[in-house]
């Protein structure tokens, strides 16, 4: 059993084939469970973001688990295998702390991505998926992305995603404190959009969610207001600016719903920003004339005007990663030998209590103290020394040369001896 990594992300699919595989967080625990059904795959975690969806296991063959993907999600096996990559043990501990670390996103450095694979973790420990070695991984991970971000000027200068939408919003609309926005959505990256859109004072701030509660603290916090999702129909062309993301599998948002709120617009021009995936907004909408709308993908080019800068971080981060990869990749092997030491101590400890159980025979019939301590010592000695002695008495040339080398690291002899 190793460790492997696979799945795909922004660097190796579009938008439209990372939507097909995305998991809803409600589902995980059922996917994880789904997966791990089978002996073939040990140990799981999956992380699904905008950028990513990716399955972290302990398996024989990494192959069960990408056929396992593309069936979970009723996709052809051959449509998703271009975009598909699978790491090897050491790849895979490398690509994780890199994650972790914020060097293989989209925004370079960015510190949401930890906290997505912290619950990534939380989800697989609550659904029984997280075995030791994952564990382990997922630990030193944290452990390495602190380190990084502690050491290195890596979240220097970083544009995020929320930041990049206000930018192009701007390149739309000479001044944001004058336009109307919706969000719909309530989580993290629509507080974080929030936060930066209500730096600019628009003129009127309101939250769509399906939860109103949860709408209404957030909305609090940036003295906006609140409606329902069902309402976003009536109410959309009221607004200039729209950013969804949320959780949904179908499009909240469709090209009906945009073409009737342009109409009432009198074709003013609508900025809309879709950070879901699956995406929320029908990707048809982007066609119309009068509607600006970017995806995810589409803020790649705003988000990487940062990166130069911080070239040295990177490749800072790159060696304190190369170095914590090393020390995992020993602990592993380390491992590997716990069976085996595990079974030779069983084997002495066996030897060793019925040795005792029969020094205490001859105890009790009266023999010499000395002499059963004696004899014990003999006997013990003979039991642990016989399969080693027998091993190199039987051995080939070749093979003994390698058994008398073993041996004498093993028993720390010496040539003299």
Excluded at 70 to 91: D, K, M, N
Excluded at 235 to 257: K, Y
Excluded at 401 to 410: M, V
Aim: charged share 25%; proline share 3%.
């Amino acid at each position: 059993m190793a460790l492997f990594t696979l799945g795909i992300n922004h660097h190796t699919a579009p938008l439209s084939v990372r939507e097909q595989v995305a998991f809803n967080a409600d589902r995980l625990h059922h996917a994880l469970a789904d997966l791990t059904r089978t002996d073939l795959v040990r140990e799981a975690a999956i992380l699904s973001t905008c950028n990513r969806t990716e399955i972290y296991c302990a398996a024989d063959n990494p192959d069960t688990a990408v056929e396992w993907l593309a069936q979970y999600h009723s996709v052809e096996r051959v449509t998703l295998q271009p975009y598909v990559y699978t790491l090897p043990q050491r790849e895979a501990i490398r690509h994780v702390f890199r994650v972790a670390s914020g060097l293989d996103s989209m925004v370079i450095g960015e510190p949401q991505i930890l906290g997505q694979m912290k619950d990534a973790v939380r989800c697989a420990e609550e659904a029984g998926t997280l075995g030791t070695h994952l564990h382990k991984m997922f630990q030193r991970a944290f452990a390495v992305a602190k380190e990084v971000r502690s050491t290195t000027a890596i979240g220097a200068n970083t544009v995020s995603m929320a930041a990049a939408g206000v930018h192009l919003a701007e390149r739309i609309f000479e001044r944001i404190a004058d336009q109307r926005i919706l969000f719909v959505g309530a989580g993290e990256m629509i507080e974080l959009c929030a936060t930066h859109f209500a730096a600019r004072q628009p003129k009127e701030l309101v939250i769509a969610n399906r939860t109103v509660e949860r709408a209404q603290a957030l909305a609090e916090r940036f003295g906006g207001s609140v409606i329902r999702l069902d309402e976003i129909a009536d109410r959309l062309g009221h607004f200039d600016i729209v950013v969804s993301c949320t959780g949904s599998q179908l499009p909240i948002i469709g090209l009906g719903m945009v073409e009737r709120a342009i109409k009432q617009r009198r074709h003013r021009p609508m900025f809309m920003v879709d950070l879901a995936v699956p995406r929320d907004i029908e990707v048809e909408v982007g066609e119309m004339d009068d509607v600006f709308l970017y995806t995810v993908d589409d803020l790649a080019q705003v988000v990487e005007s940062g990166l130069e800068s911080r070239q040295a971080a990177v490749l800072e981060a790159e060696d304190i990663i190369t170095a914590q990869v090393e020390t995992f990749i020993g602990w592993l092997e380390t491992r590997d030998s716990v069976p085996l030491i595990r079974s030779l101590r069983d084997t002495a400890e066996r030897a060793r209590r019925h040795e005792i159980e029969h020094a205490m025979k001859l105890l009790a019939k009266g023999e010499n103290p000395e002499k059963v301590l004696d004899q014990l010592s003999h006997r013990l000695t003979n039991k642990f020394l016989h399969a080693p002695t027998q091993a190199l008495n039987s051995a080939d040339a070749d093979e003994r040369e390698a058994l008398r080398h073993a041996a004498a690291r093993l028993f720390h002899l010496h040539s003299n001896e």
